[in-house]
């Protein structure tokens, strides 16, 4: 694949040049502002910024916030930021996030093939693949302590009052592309869903050496 100056992928950064922050309303620039406040804070302490994003299911919205969240930190060139997700119980990632992301630029591969299959994910050719599979937010492959817990749906927001070795909890969700599943819409909600997860994380991100 061709990458770019950023070393990201050319197709991803023309995505990402195409976005428009000016676009976010002021209201959900205040949603966004303790999650950028945090980041900042990381920066400024020389520590790592570790981010779980929350969802249910962790099958769709939790994975694309994960994997924009890990793709702007390069993008920016934001050292030691370490992105995860998982939900309140495990299902599997929902195959049409794997395909937006692909149309997207991402370079995707399936290493496993069972009920709850692992992908690689991958922004640019020397950056660590993201590996995508749905978990608990609790699961051993997330931080146990020191990380932010992003809420990215309504009811994980509303079941998991307190997310155990959170230092920052955010609600920051995200409606569903779920409901057009299975309909001739599926495909443009799903880029409309992933699309503004890229913006908003886009305007966190460029705030943190500003």
């Known amino acids: ?44 302490e020389g520590k790592e910024i570790r981010i779980n994003f929350i969802c249910t299911h962790n099958s769709r919205r939790s994975h694309l916030s994960q994997i924009w969240a890990q ?9 030691d930021v370490f992105c995860y997700s998982g939900g309140t119980e495990a299902t599997a990632l929902f195959p049409m996030v794997a395909e937006t992301l692909q149309n997207s630029g991402f370079q995707i591969q399936k290493i496993s093939k069972n009920e709850n299959p692992v992908y690689s994910i991958k922004f640019s050719d020397n950056s660590h693949p993201i590996i995508g599979f749905s978990k608990k937010l609790d699961d051993d492959f997330n931080p146990k302590s020191g990380f932010a817990a992003v809420m990215t749906c309504d009811s994980a927001n509303e ?24 309909t001739p819409q599926q495909a443009e909600k799903y880029q409309e869903r992933s699309l503004q997860i890229a913006t908003e994380l886009f305007y ?7």
Do not use: H, W
């Open 159 to 182: 079941a998991c009052p307190f997310v155990p070795g959170a230092e920052k909890r955010i609600p920051i969700t995200f409606e569903d592309p779920k409901a057009f599943d299975n």
């Open 71 to 79: 793709t702007m930190a390069g993008y920016f060139n934001i050292k």
């Open 1 to 44: 694949m061709t990458t770019t100056q950023s070393g990201l992928f050319a197709e991803i950064e023309k995505l990402i040049k195409q976005l428009n922050p000016q676009t976010i309303p002021d209201e959900r620039r205040t949603v966004l502002q303790p999650l950028t406040d945090f980041i900042k804070s990381k920066v400024s």
């Open 204 to 210: 966190v991100f460029s705030q943190i050496n500003s």
